[in-house]
């Protein structure tokens, strides 16, 4: 394999080369912050050719600057080599679907490492990161406080399989923030949760049927995995094989921001529902924002029929505000399901609510829920340090900052280069449709061209951006995107728009 016309060193003399880096005394020299308008890779255009070509080089660029990016399409040999292998061990060679690239087309990139609000990848490349591991890492990448957290906890043990002081410490911490959760259960993903959610639903109210809304998606479990977004999206599925008939029938899909249709539901099936699952703010359909009264008028209708409301906070539980999209919107639930940013990057998820409905959870009541690493110490331990940081008061007004800048920015940029986008958030998530019209629900949302989106993906991965691989999941902005990570993401949108 060739880069650059020169053969491609293997992973051991990369690693070599950056140990060497690391040890002359000009590498140290130069890992100070070079100067703020060397932050942007646009900045090198005014070299000579040849000055450029060495500045742009992989290893240089990792000992000089923050920014690996280039104009035409970085070589990734050792992602490329690396998939290759996976795809004989792994199904499609990823262990989550969308991490394949399907909705964009090209090899998924291997890292090998984060650090505040940039992954480097096995080729050496570095790139500004909105992924932000689907969401938990709102710090940004091996937070100093959450490491520490996990290192601490890893010498007590990583799992004791009984109780401990700091499950309790974070119980305290996500029922003071949410006032709708009187009583919570920690579990070890989001979809454990909101699996559990349903079952405590359907054991409460002695009824089976969940409604859900079209296109979002509560995890890979078999009720959700009717008319669900996020990958089962991305791959054109119309729902999962292996869903029993007789499981799906028990699920009912109405259209986000559609509250007639929602009542039409209650007015057909009202006996027989147990609950309304949503997504407060969807991510997983990209970003799709409620309309006014959409939220309350879920819980109205709920209450009415006896159902309980779910508002599945996996994503936006803590981000988009201390108490999460409950505390943003003035809603509140019956239940909340929770996951991601509550880890600080471990695994773990967690569902609560109202006093008397939790109380029915084994061992205080009849319906059982249990997991061997519910509680885990090690993802507690991060979970709280986390949560800490973002209690300090301007953390949700910086992370809103950001992320205006950098949308209002990218908005400035496609009207500029007269590419026709609609650009959604509510905070901290976001997603870019390429698309002239609103999107607010499913259908809406199917209008994006997906081909141009993965114009648009790979020619800010080039440049050293990663988005989600995907037109149909958000993209997060961490609290370590900080002024030069905007300036060279903006840089990079401003040549990608006029590339499409």
């Not at 950056?18 to 070079?34: F, L």
Request: charged share 20%.
């Amino acid at each position: 394999m060739t880069a650059r016309g020169k053969d491609l060193p293997d992973v051991g003399e990369i690693e070599e080369r950056h140990t060497n880096a690391r040890r002359c005394p000009d590498a140290q020299h130069r890992r100070r912050p070079p100067r703020p308008e060397a932050q942007s890779p646009f900045f090198w255009e005014k070299f000579p050719t040849k000055v450029r070509s060495a500045a742009r080089n992989p290893f240089h660029m990792r000992r000089c600057s923050p920014i690996a990016t280039t104009v035409a399409r970085m070589q990734r040999t050792i992602s490329q080599s690396l998939f290759a292998r996976a795809k004989e061990l792994l199904p499609g060679g990823v262990n989550s679907p969308v991490r394949a690239f399907r909705g964009v087309g090209g090899d998924p990139v291997f890292f090998k490492s984060g650090e505040g609000a940039w992954l480097t990848c096995v080729d050496g490349h570095r790139y500004v990161d909105y992924v932000g591991s689907w969401g938990p890492l709102i710090l940004g990448h091996a937070h100093p406080s959450i490491v520490e957290a996990v290192i601490a906890a890893t010498r007590n043990g990583t799992s004791f399989g009984a109780p401990h002081a700091a499950e309790v410490e974070i119980a305290e911490l996500i029922t003071q923030r949410y006032p709708s959760v009187e009583k919570v259960r920690l579990v070890s993903s989001g979809t454990e949760a909101t699996s559990a959610a349903c079952r405590l639903a359907r054991g409460f109210t002695g009824r089976e049927v969940i409604v859900k809304f079209e296109g979002c998606y509560h995890g890979a479990a078999d009720p959700f995995l009717v008319k669900a977004g996020s990958g089962v999206e991305t791959l054109g599925l119309p729902d999962s094989p292996g869903v029993p008939a007789a499981v799906a029938g028990l699920t009912l899909t109405a259209p986000f921001n559609d509250l007639p249709a929602l009542k039409a539901l209650f007015d057909a099936h009202g006996p027989k529902i147990a609950a309304v699952i949503v997504e407060p703010v969807v991510g997983n359909m990209g970003v799709l924002i409620p309309k006014a009264g959409f939220l309350q008028g879920i819980v109205d209708l709920c209450k009415e029929h006896g159902a309980l409301s779910i508002f599945d906070e996996v994503m936006t539980g803590f981000r988009l505000a201390k108490g999460g999209a409950q505390e943003l919107y003035g809603v509140h639930s019956d239940l909340t399901t929770m996951g991601k940013v509550i880890g600080g990057g471990l695994p773990v998820g967690a569902y609560g609510g109202r006093r008397d409905v939790m109380s029915k959870i084994a061992p205080e009541g009849p319906i059982y829920q249990a997991g061997t690493l519910s509680g885990n110490p090690l993802a507690v331990a991060g979970g709280m340090a986390c949560l800490k940081e973002l209690a300090k008061p301007d953390a949700y007004t910086r992370l809103e900052a950001t992320s205006k800048t950098l949308c209002d920015g990218i908005e400035a940029e496609a009207k500029a280069a007269g590419v026709p986008i609609t650009l959604n958030r509510v905070g901290s998530m976001w997603t870019v449709f390429f698309c002239a019209t609103p999107v607010f629900d499913y259908p809406s949302a199917k209008k994006a061209d997906t081909a141009r989106f993965g114009k648009f993906f790979h020619a800010l991965l080039d440049r050293g951006v990663y988005l989600p691989p995907s037109q149909f999941e958000a993209a997060f902005v961490s609290l370590a995107h900080g002024d030069a990570e905007i300036e060279h993401t903006l840089g990079a949108v401003k040549q990608a728009f006029r590339a499409l």
